[in-house]
């Protein structure tokens, strides 16, 4: 797992077993607000000794950014912490999460022991501030990835927690191109020095204006193509669609994105066509 420091007393933690996926913590006087948890134990223990060992108050608030799988399994390893998250992730996580964790069990051993963790305290309309050792902490919804999507904005060191709203490649599957469209616009509006991005690289200053334009740009690509082809009832087509030709690399996440887009194409495709015969 690595492991990285972008502002004084936050911490960015990436798996090395899944993907890239991130997680993050925020250290106060008063305790850590971790934001999400890391898919598999082994990973999850790892970042939790580590900040057992700088802060003797431990973890107090567990802030989920929706309820997939590799963001959000690990927080069963803090039993103490409260569990904060959008309104819609209880529904999620019971009728999605749960049978989906009962297949995972038997394909992977090492999740055995997990358990789904249901919010303590949930974001209901608009947003929410947490406020813990005199650092705040920003909550806003950001539908489009998935319904109970949230970012999480630290003002004071301006680093954004975009979670999958923000991924080396979009992704739409489980959510919608249009919200995902209004939720990607407002980070736009954020003073950003660091932006963590759900899965990969952290994004600096001076990129994220150009990485989110790239995904505006992408989603109005994939769109476009979906559109003529389901004209053309030509699904085939995008099976074999590259990645390259809506404007961004096949090479993050070492080639998972171009599954991800392949996949955001034939998500279009089916809704498009269904949309069509009603």
């Given at each position: 797992m690595l492991r990285e420091r972008v502002a004084n007393d936050i911490y960015v933690f990436t798996s090395d077993l899944?993907?890239?996926?991130?997680?993050?913590?925020?250290?106060?006087?008063?305790?850590?607000?971790?934001?999400?948890?890391?898919?598999?134990?082994?990973?999850?223990?790892?970042?939790?000794?580590?900040?057992?060992?700088?802060?003797?108050?431990?973890?107090?608030?567990?802030?989920?950014?929706?309820?997939?799988?590799?963001?959000?399994y690990g927080a069963y390893l803090f039993p103490q912490a409260n569990v904060i998250a959008h309104r819609h992730y209880r529904q999620l996580a019971t009728e999605v999460g749960i049978p989906a964790l009962e297949t995972a069990r038997q394909e992977e051993p090492a999740l055995e022991e997990?358990?789904?963790?249901?919010?303590?305290?949930?974001?209901?309309?608009?947003?929410?501030?947490?406020?813990?050792?005199?650092?705040?902490?920003?909550?806003?919804p950001s539908p489009g990835h998935t319904p109970d999507s949230l970012m999480l904005y630290v003002p004071e060191d301006r680093v954004l927690f975009a979670a999958d709203t923000v991924l080396p490649v979009p992704s739409i599957v489980d959510g919608d191109i249009n919200t995902l469209r209004a939720s990607l616009r407002k980070v736009l509006g954020l003073p950003i020095e660091n932006l963590v991005q759900g899965?990969?690289?952290?994004?600096?200053?001076?990129?994220?204006?150009?990485?989110?334009?790239?995904?505006?740009?992408?989603?109005?690509?994939?769109?476009?193509?979906?559109?003529?082809?389901?004209?053309?009832?030509?699904?085939?087509?995008?099976?074999?669609?590259?990645?390259?030709?809506?404007?961004?690399?096949?090479?993050?996440?070492?080639?998972?994105?171009?599954?991800?887009?392949?996949?955001?194409l034939l998500y279009l495709y089916e809704n498009l066509v269904a949309s069509e015969r009603t």
């Open positions: 899944y993907a890239q996926v991130t997680a993050g913590a925020i250290v106060t006087p008063e305790g850590i607000i971790l934001i999400d948890s890391l898919p598999f134990p082994v990973e999850t223990r790892e970042m939790k000794d580590f900040l057992e060992q700088i802060s003797s108050a431990g973890v107090r608030y567990i802030l989920l950014t929706h309820y997939h799988a590799d963001h959000a997990v358990t789904i963790r249901m919010p303590d305290i949930v974001l209901d309309e608009g947003e929410m501030w947490l406020e813990l050792g005199g650092k705040q902490v920003q909550m806003m899965h990969g690289e952290v994004v600096l200053r001076g990129e994220v204006q150009s990485v989110i334009q790239a995904s505006l740009n992408y989603l109005d690509a994939i769109e476009e193509k979906a559109a003529k082809a389901a004209r053309r009832r030509n699904r085939e087509i995008l099976l074999h669609n590259n990645i390259e030709s809506c404007g961004l690399s096949r090479i993050p996440l070492n080639g998972l994105v171009q599954r991800i887009h392949v996949a955001n």
